[in-house]
């Protein structure tokens, strides 16, 4: 009889385990696409003022938007997997299903295991969007944001017409490849934006134009055979210059290198920040090194604190009473947002030199672990006494 017993105990927690899966899965995905829409309204803001003016209907607005999304799956999978998980618990304590189960003879630990699977099945598939399919994504947006805005400034340049669509520069061509972007002939006054309030004058028999990379409202000016003469002369003496090749950047003044800086470091790969982050000289900068750094180790610290979170979920949510689904949002919400923001914390004091860029990183996992150290023995051994 007591081996009947026994056997009935140990398939009830398979039976449990599936049901558990059903139910936190179902949560988790439907929590992926409701923060992820949410996330990227919130970019939509942010991102319109680039793509908007560029895209020449609303299908290229669309597809370029949507590469927004991968990267933004970086945060909405570990918020959505706290979201799924003390969801799932609230929901069975308040069915008193885990007071059920406890009445039945089997422990509560024992229903760690599916959370458990479950968060390291997540975390191989957060790693593989962080470090790699977020970045690859975003370098398909930069590059089409790019595409997008040489194909607005070539089809608002004419041959023969002034050309006003650059702050503070006019712009006239003779002849114009829309397709490769070669120019014949050139005319190009432009002001400096100094102290001096001077101007100059370019000349070019030929040359090549194309948006830079860097913003998508800049250009590049790669001109050949040509002179440069003063708009105004500061004195009696005028002087002028010719040269055989130019590259000339012209940059808005509305442009913000902030953003852009941060979408460089997004869209950048897992090796070409190695290599910066560890770059060795007398020129090396040693806060752009500090924030290479943290960006590469970003990648792999994230979705690592999916696997620390049921280690405090768990403990937390069984051991407490019921407190509904708003606490369930709210204690989800405060857990990912304190990991956020010690992720803030440790990356400006690495960006300050206090600490080593890759600790500033790791800031979030090591209170996590202290977290799990502090929250998860305690319960184990309140458990085997109470067994």
Request: proline share 5%.
């Amino acid at each position: 009889m007591e081996n009947l017993e026994s056997g009935i105990i140990l398939l009830i927690p398979w039976k449990l385990y599936k049901y558990i899966l059903n139910k936190f899965v179902s949560t988790f995905a439907a929590a992926v696409a409701i923060f992820t829409v949410l996330f990227l309204m919130d970019q939509a803001s942010r991102q319109v003022e680039q793509l908007a003016p560029h895209a020449s209907s609303l299908k290229d607005f669309l597809l370029s938007f949507l590469l927004l999304a991968p990267p933004l799956l970086a945060y909405t999978i570990p918020l959505a997997f706290l979201m799924a998980m003390i969801w799932t618990l609230e929901q069975m304590k308040q069915d008193r299903e885990i007071t059920a189960i406890m009445a039945m003879g089997v422990s509560p630990v024992r229903l760690m295991p599916p959370f458990l699977a479950a968060s390291a099945f997540i975390f191989i598939i957060a790693f593989i969007v962080t470090a790699y399919a977020g970045p690859a994504s975003f370098r398909k947006y930069n590059e089409r944001l790019t595409n997008l805005a040489r194909q607005s400034f070539i089809n608002d340049l004419k041959p023969g017409i002034l050309f006003s669509g650059i702050p503070d520069t006019l712009l006239l061509v003779g002849g114009f490849d829309r397709v490769s972007g070669r120019i014949d002939g050139l005319l190009m006054v432009r002001n400096n934006l100094d102290e001096t309030e001077t101007g100059d004058m370019i000349l070019a028999k030929k040359g090549m134009i194309e948006p830079s990379t860097s913003g998508t409202r800049d250009i590049i000016l790669k001109l050949e055979n040509g002179t440069i003469h003063p708009v105004t002369s500061g004195g009696d003496v005028y002087r002028s210059g010719s040269f055989d090749s130019l590259i000339s950047r012209i940059q808005s003044r509305s442009s913000v290198p902030g953003v852009r800086a941060k979408q460089f470091l997004m869209a950048s790969s897992n090796r070409d920040l190695r290599s910066w982050s560890g770059a060795q000289g007398e020129e090396k900068d040693e806060r752009l090194s500090a924030m290479y750094a943290i960006e590469l180790n970003r990648r792999f610290a994230f979705p690592l604190t999916i696997l620390l979170y049921p280690l405090i979920i768990f403990p937390a949510a069984v051991s407490t009473g019921r407190h509904g689904k708003m606490a369930a949002f709210s204690g989800s919400l405060i857990l990912f947002l304190s990991s956020f923001f010690l992720f803030s914390i440790g990356s400006n004091l690495a960006r300050q030199g206090v600490i080593p860029g890759a600790l500033g990183a790791w800031f979030p996992v090591l209170f996590l672990l202290l977290a799990c150290l502090a929250i998860s023995p305690a319960y184990l051994f309140k458990q085997r006494d109470m067994s």
